[in-house]
């Protein structure tokens, strides 16, 4: 038996991406611990990434190609899996027209460097505009407002925690999930420093979750009613005359009409339907002026609510008119190690201005939301949905009445599931390609490193943990050995073929080979050699390295990338929209009925670690309705 080896890694489970430390015995883990000399997270790994070789072990991994004939499922070949899955798209474009291919991609992509940029640009090779993804389930309203106000998607400003005098943080409990758009392993200890210094850390939640239970302060506030409750806030700021107004008029438009907007929603108001006393916002307002740097952030509590775009929209202005954005403590646009959202506007990359068939509504980061396909499949006339790839994804579960999209999948000549196991959507694919997990291919942080979404910056290159079992394929093979299946190429967002082409510095990397000779590792050394992090260089830090901070300051009059240089601090769609506010109010007023609202699972993540006894297991093995025991006195069941 070989001896154990010990190899520094990283989790990409969540946003957080904590260090780890794999213990293999040849090629298999048997342990996964927290790595004390990690540059970010310091030896803190929550249960999810330490448990995760017991998901990549699970006798439930999909190892080969299948197919579905009839009832039940046979393995296949990789070459024949292509050639005929590439023949049905060939035939389906040729009849239909290249939206008639459509692709849904899931969660886990975001946290890996080529996951999501290959399928991506599988689609663009496709001519499809038929894109959707998890992201329109919880986020998609945070990439919107940044369009809107900064000119890209991702352009998202981050709390900047290690020097903020006060933070509040509305719908998230990082205790649980760390944090979302913004990578900060150890959220809870850097929360805790906060309180240590002096500063404050406010919690604003229905429930008192695990983060107010264990640091800083808890407000109780009515599920659905956040939007109020900033709109006071903004309200408050404008009336005790809390607006840099040298800022404002320098690096924004759009100031009055906003002031427009919240005139009308004083805190004494709102109380009614917020739960939150006047008083208490008030002084919460004062207490966010005096600070030296403050910032209000919000999660998927807020995303997710019935009013998610305006909510943030309010927080991002808050944050700019008080001087808080682009200021240390406030809320930060980091730069990144390769300008991605500069270049990508630049070149045109992801910036979708398409509509969707059904509903008219406008693309975000290159995505429709995830709860038109089922009626994009079902709807007759051009352009409709006839074939689908699913990658790291379970719309089925994860996708408003997953009854309805299952019954939708029926009506597919082509559906294809690119994962890690066999899961509910997949049960309806026609094929199951296998693909690789985590701890079997070589990455760094690229999309949170490279978008500028860390707290402290920072950059790690991990080998592959384990050699990749049986005939599973990283995704980044797989979509490049489709597109050639498919008779088209890789879209222009490919880095290898693109971007990093179009920048002119790209230099002659070896081994780049024909396209269906793509890997992670040779896309790895031409993204960071671009970058000016070279892997040879990585390589000598194992446990990562810092980037460069900032303290603010670089962002407002350089990196916003509207037209004309500016915050847009109202859009007009969002001006329009909360003139609805009214009749949403009015309704709150009236409304005595109990709500339903998440809440985060701290051994499992989303649609797609339940294939392992210690994510899933003992007490774990449903979801439970929690229900207070004053709201349940007196009601049925």
């Given amino acids: 038996m070989r001896e154990p080896t010990t190899t520094p890694t990283f989790c990409r489970i969540c946003e957080a991406g904590c260090g ?7 090629d298999r883990v048997v342990r996964l611990d927290p790595d004390k000399d990690h540059v970010a997270s310091q030896g803190f790994a929550c249960v999810k990434g330490l448990k995760f070789a017991n998901l990549h072990h699970s006798p439930d991994r999909l190892d080969h190609p299948m197919k579905r ?19 049905k798209v060939r035939a389906l474009r040729a009849e239909h027209g290249p939206d008639a291919v459509a692709g849904y991609l899931g969660n886990p992509a975001a946290f890996g460097a080529f996951h999501a940029l290959a399928f991506n640009a599988f689609l663009e090779g496709l001519g499809t505009t038929q894109s959707y993804s998890s992201a329109s389930q919880d986020l998609t309203n945070k990439y919107l407002v940044a369009k809107r106000l900064y000119g890209h998607e991702l ?3 981050i709390p900047d925690l290690d020097r903020t005098d006060l933070v509040v943080l509305i719908g998230t409990n990082p205790a649980i999930s760390q944090m979302s758009v913004v990578q900060v392993p150890r959220a809870m200890a850097r929360l805790e420093a906060v309180v240590d210094r002096g500063g404050r850390v406010v919690s604003l939640n229905p429930r008192r979750t695990e983060t107010a239970r264990a640091v800083g302060e808890h407000l109780f506030i009515r599920p659905g009613t956040d939007v109020f409750f900033l709109a006071s806030f903004l309200h408050v700021v404008l009336a005790e005359g809390g607006v840099d107004h040298d800022l404002v008029g320098a690096h924004t438009t759009g100031f009055d009409d906003l002031a427009a907007v919240v005139a009308d929603w004083p805190p004494e108001r709102t109380e009614a339907v917020t739960g939150v006393a006047a008083a208490e916002l008030r002084g919460l307002v004062a207490d966010y002026l005096a600070a030296d740097g403050a910032s209000l952030y919000c999660s998927t509590g807020v995303n997710m609510g019935p009013h998610g775009t305006l909510a943030y929209w309010l927080i991002n202005v808050v944050n700019a008119v008080t001087g808080n954005l682009d200021h240390a403590g406030g809320a930060l646009v980091r730069t ?5 959202q500069k270049a990508s506007k630049a070149l045109g990359l992801g910036v979708g201005t398409a509509r969707s068939r059904v509903g008219d509504f406008e693309m975000i980061l290159g995505t429709f939301p995830a709860s038109l396909l089922a009626d994009e499949i079902t709807t007759p006339g051009p352009g409709q949905v006839r074939a689908l790839f699913v990658s790291a994804g379970n719309p089925v579960l994860s996708v408003g009445n997953g009854d309805r999209l299952a019954a939708a999948l029926d009506e597919l000549e082509l559906l294809v599931s690119i994962d890690l196991f066999r899961n509910e959507t997949a049960d309806h694919a026609h094929y199951v390609l296998p693909a690789c997990s985590w701890l079997e291919r070589p990455d760094v942080p690229l999309v949170h490193a490279f ?10 290159y991990t080998e ?3 050699p990749p079992a049986a005939e599973r394929r990283e995704e980044s093979w797989i979509f490049a050995r489709l597109a050639e299946a498919c008779g088209v190429g890789l879209g222009p967002g490919w880095p290898a073929r693109g971007l990093t082409w179009a920048l002119g510095r790209l230099r002659r990397v070896p081994g780049l080979g024909r396209l269906a000779e793509v890997s992670d590792a040779r896309l790895l050394a031409l993204v960071l050699e671009v970058a000016r992090h070279p892997v040879r260089r990585l390589r000598r830090h194992p446990h990562g390295v810092r980037l460069p901070d900032v303290a603010g300051g670089e962002f407002l009059g350089s990196r916003v990338l509207t037209d004309d240089g500016r915050v847009h601090l109202a859009p007009a769609d969002f001006v329009t929209a909360a003139a609805g506010l ?3 109010f009015e309704a709150e007023r009236t409304d005595g009925g109990l709500r339903l609202i998440t809440r985060r699972e701290r051994h499992s993540h989303n649609t ?11 007490d774990r093995t449903t979801n439970r309705l929690h229900v207070g025991a004053d709201d349940a006195a007196g009601r049925p069941g």
């Fill in 20 to 26: 780890l430390l794999a213990t293999t015995e040849g």
């Fill in 69 to 87: 004939v009839g009832d039940r499922w046979e393995r296949i070949g990789w070459d024949q899996a292509l050639a005929e899955i590439g023949a």
């Fill in 155 to 157: 352009l998202q400003p």
């Fill in 336 to 340: 990144p190690p390769l300008d991605f």
């Fill in 451 to 460: 978008a500028g979404l860390q707290v402290d910056p920072w950059l790690q």
């Fill in 464 to 466: 592959a943990v384990v």
């Fill in 582 to 584: 009214e009749a949403d």
């Fill in 608 to 618: 797609w670690t339940h294939n392992a006894e210690p994510f899933v297991g003992g």
